[in-house]
């Protein structure tokens, strides 16, 4: 089978998080950027939170007001942290490129291809392209309206609540051999407080048995890292149609390396038609 791409990543913003300390993790961040490499097209959380963090260590303080305009103000200012940050540590021999979607980027055929071929000529020109979803400019209740709009039109909307949707969204626009999740679990439990019941694969012969053994075990999956986060029942749904191309699915932690992931070594939950 022809891949386009060789990986799409996603991380989420709580796994870039140093509990502990309140700031960045800096070695998680420093060893993900030594890892990527033309080829591989990473999505990232992070810009809210990291803004919120840095607006706190800056003023002692958090923003008060309406939630949407304080969400749009610590995106606006971690937005820069993070892709700074970023450029810090991927190698200098590789350019890096910041792309800020939104749900019409999916949801218009014309810019749907101009983002699948910008994304797509990355490699050649030894580029790594940064995903994030563009939360300084998206308001919620337009969003909202412009959704149900579209519904009104037709029957399969992209919503892009968050970046598990729109890491599913690249891979589906660019067909990945590997598309990775990575957040601050191993996997998929049968029993979330219980570490040996870790999936360790979900596969089948074809892709329909493959999402039928999704389903069956989104049942086991509740509750999320954070307000405002899916969780692993929506990255469970999310990678649906990657599988429909034939896209191998790891979802893990942070804390293991890429290659560790692909290679089986590190702890994951690895889906895939056989």
Known sequence: MKFDIELVGKI????????????????????IGRELRPGYIWVTSGATEIGRLDYINRTGKELVGNSEDIKTDYAAQGQTILIETYRRFIDSRYSLRQFLVEHQHFNDEGKRKHLKEALIRCPNQNAIPVVNYNDPVSDEENRKLEIQSLRSKREKVVECIDNDETAGQIACLVKPKYLVILSGVDGIFTDINDKSTL????????????????????????????????????????????????????????????????SGVAPSTRIAIK
Do not use: W
Not at 17 to 31: A, F, H, M, P, V
Not at 213 to 232: P, T
């Open 12 to 31: 989420g913003s709580m796994a870039l998080i140093n509990k502990e300390n309140n700031d960045i993790d800096y070695n998680i961040l420093s060893r």
């Open 199 to 262: 999936i360790r694969e979900i596969s089948g012969a074809t892709a329909e048995e493959v999402i039928a053994h999704i389903d069956y075990y989104k049942d086991f999956c509740h509750g999320a890292s954070r307000k405002g986060a899916g969780g692993a029942v929506t990255k469970l749904e999310y990678i649906k149609e990657p599988i429909k191309m034939g896209t191998t699915v790891y979802i893990s932690s942070s804390r293991y390396k890429l290659n560790d992931v692909l």
